[in-house]
């Protein structure tokens, strides 16, 4: 099936430094990613959609400006936490669809596990 | 808010069938029933989708009733390494299409 690969699968940083997660889709393109977090015994929440060529799309009450999206191609969706503190730690996870096979699934990277110290 | 409601916990034995059920009263005319799994510290795993009829595939069958108002995840013989959290989405169709996950159904697949 499609494969959507994320990078890197854990990262550990200090208080106040920026994060960048990358999200690719191997072996299709995708116009649309999607971001999500979720928290520990938590379910995933949506935080924006990431369009290829234009401005990501919020969802209410996601900081744009600390949680800066990237979709400069069809296959590479950037995540970057700015400034970041211990409560961004979480596990980010990224999603796309197959623009060329309109079935409806959309499918998930592994995920990627961010700890602030 | 999502639109599904699923009991928070089943367990079931190994080889066994594990009917996983999901209400979506709301569901509209053009949206699909869909089914991902999250094994611990994965990433959800795509199962299965259907609008109105009964789907099945390599890895399970779904039920969807003839009011649409409710659907059941089957998986015919279940292994430990079914056990997971089980999300049942309603969403419409479309790569632009954004799913939206509300608690899920953990399902413990006992020896």
């Known amino acids: 099936g499609a494969v959507v690969s994320q990078h890197p699968s854990r990262v550990i940083c200090k208080s106040g430094t920026s994060v960048k997660i990358e999200c690719r889709s191997l072996d299709f393109q995708a116009t649309t990613m999607f971001w999500y977090r979720q928290f520990p015994k938590q379910s995933l929440m949506l935080m924006a959609t990431?369009?290829?060529?234009?401005?990501?799309?919020?969802e209410q009450g996601v900081e744009k400006d600390k949680f800066l999206i990237n979709h400069a191609s069809l296959t590479l969706s950037t995540l970057t936490v700015t400034s970041a503190h211990p409560e961004d730690s979480s596990f980010y996870i990224c999603s796309a669809g197959n623009r060329g096979k309109n079935t409806g699934e959309l499918f998930f990277g592994e995920g990627s596990r961010l700890t602030v110290l | 808010d999502a639109k599904t409601t699923q009991p928070p916990s089943m367990d079931c034995a190994e080889g066994r069938a594990a009917n996983l059920p999901c209400n979506h009263s709301t569901i509209s005319g053009n949206e699909y029933v869909y089914w991902y799994r999250q094994i611990h510290s994965q990433g959800p795993q795509y199962i299965i989708h259907?609008?109105?009829n009964n789907e099945t595939n390599e890895m399970a069958s779904l039920i969807i009733t003839e009011d649409r108002k409710s659907s059941t995840l089957i998986l015919p013989h279940a292994t430990l390494r079914d056990t997971a959290v089980y999300y049942c989405?309603?969403?419409?169709?479309?790569?632009?299409?954004?799913?939206?996950f509300g608690k899920g159904i953990t399902l413990s697949v006992r020896p």
């Open positions: 259907g609008l109105k």
């Open positions: 989405i309603v969403a419409s169709t479309g790569a632009n299409s954004k799913l939206t």
């Open positions: 990431s369009n290829e060529g234009s401005k990501a799309t919020y």
